[in-house]
């Protein structure tokens, strides 16, 4: 059996951006020869619509907004932290049901990215010992 890794849901074509356009990374071709992949939005799981606005993390990084001294606010000003926090756990509720241990995230993404800043489900998953890599 193929091990299972997580995969961000737009990375697979899924309607799950901020703006509701589709993303297919090439790159996931070739993930799925080795693995099983699942698909997971936070966003989404953090009970955000599709499209939404974009959203920025004020003030530091994702490990920051965990511990409470960064905020997450949208293109409108609207204060969305806790969304994505939320989604964030969800995330690894599902890896750890699963058995995941390692997951491959949208890059650029202040869910998901490595950098420039680490996302909000990033620093989650690294946190519980998880590896994560970035594509697209």
């Known amino acids: 059996m193929r091990e299972p890794v997580l995969v961000s ?3 697979l074509g899924l309607a ?6 589709i993303l297919f990374e090439p790159a996931v071709s070739s993930l799925k020869e080795r693995y099983l992949l699942v698909p997971a939005c ?3 799981l953090g009970g955000l619509p599709t499209p ?3 959203a920025e993390i004020l003030e530091g990084d994702g490990f920051a ?3 409470g001294r960064a905020r ?6 609207e204060e969305v932290t806790g969304a994505f926090v939320e ?3 969800e995330v690894l509720k599902i890896c750890r049901f699963l058995g995941i241990k390692r997951a491959f995230l949208k890059a650029r993404s202040p869910s998901c990215g490595l950098t420039p800043a680490v996302g909000v489900t990033a620093a989650l998953l690294l946190s ?3 590896e994560v890599y970035e594509l697209g």
Do not use: F, H, I
């Not at 799950?16 to 356009?21: A, I, L, M, Q, S």
């Not at 997450?72 to 000003?77: A, H, K």
């Open 52 to 54: 939404r606005p974009a």
């Open 65 to 67: 907004v965990l511990s």
């Open 16 to 21: 799950t951006r901020y703006d509701g356009k």
């Open 87 to 89: 989604g964030a756990r």
């Open 128 to 130: 519980a010992g998880l």
């Open 72 to 77: 997450v606010v949208n293109r409108r000003g």
């Open 42 to 44: 936070p966003e989404q």
């Open 9 to 11: 849901a737009c990375l």
